[in-house]
Antibody, heavy 123, light 107 residues
């Protein structure tokens, strides 16, 4: 059974960079797309982007200019960096497994999810 | 982006009741609609994918239906563990989007 464990800094100052990592255990990282999703009271659940085993990415256009995702297949980990953080980026950030590698885009649902990481941006 | 509107936002209900939650899309999304359950302090959990397919381990009292722009999640015979928030999510087109959630509350 696949399990996702995530970690990263939880308190940032405005303009700093968010860095989160998600480790995949119980399965291979090569067989799926891997996603980041965030949740805040104001915006609800917001998909940030996905990455595949080769490092090919797709980002939410609303965040694309600030987001970079990467994957380390040897460590079965993938990561999120988001620059120029502001208070509006305060949220719980989740990693999640998405569609099977090679599957068409609409066959995308998220399961399982990581435990979530509260990221607060405050001066 | 495709907007998903859930109704109602909250639903007071009794144990044993049957409830229906609606999710409406701003354009046709075929049957590319998924449902999640979230309990306080936990990550969302996938219940149903592609409108009506049950994720492994999900009780049979949960069911989903719909197509195009209108979808429903039905829970028959509410159990104590079902009181949670439910979200729909469309996968028809990127960026994937979610509804704002429906919170089931004990009446």
């Amino acid at each position: 059974q696949v399990h996702l464990q995530q970690w990263g800094a939880g308190l940032l100052k405005p303009s700093e960079t968010l860095s989160l990592t998600c480790a995949v255990s119980g399965g291979t990282i090569s067989g799926h797309y891997w996603n980041w999703i965030r949740q805040s009271p104001d915006k609800g659940l917001e998909w940030i982007g996905e990455i595949d085993r080769s490092g090919s990415t797709q980002y939410n256009p609303s965040l694309q200019s600030r987001v970079t995702m990467s994957v380390d297949t040897s460590k079965t980990q993938f990561s999120l960096k988001m620059v120029s953080m502001t208070a509006a980026d305060t949220a719980v950030y989740y990693c999640a497994r998405g569609r099977v590698f090679g599957a068409v885009l609409p066959r995308t649902w998220f399961d399982p999810w990581g435990q979530g990481a509260l990221v607060t941006v405050s001066s | 982006d495709i907007q998903l509107t859930q109704s109602p936002p909250s639903l007071p209900t009794f144990l044993g009741d049957t409830v229906t939650i609606t999710c409406r899309a701003s354009q046709s999304i075929n049957t590319y609609l998924n449902w999640y359950q979230q309990k306080p302090g936990e990550a969302p959990k996938l219940l149903i994918y592609l409108t009506s397919n049950m994720q492994s381990g999900v009780p049979s009292r949960f069911s989903g239906s719909g197509s195009g722009t209108e979808f429903t999640l039905t829970i028959r015979g509410l159990q104590p563990e079902d009181f949670a928030t439910y979200f729909c999510q469309q996968s028809y087109s990127s960026p994937y989007t979610f509804g704002q959630g429906t919170s089931l509350e004990i009446k």
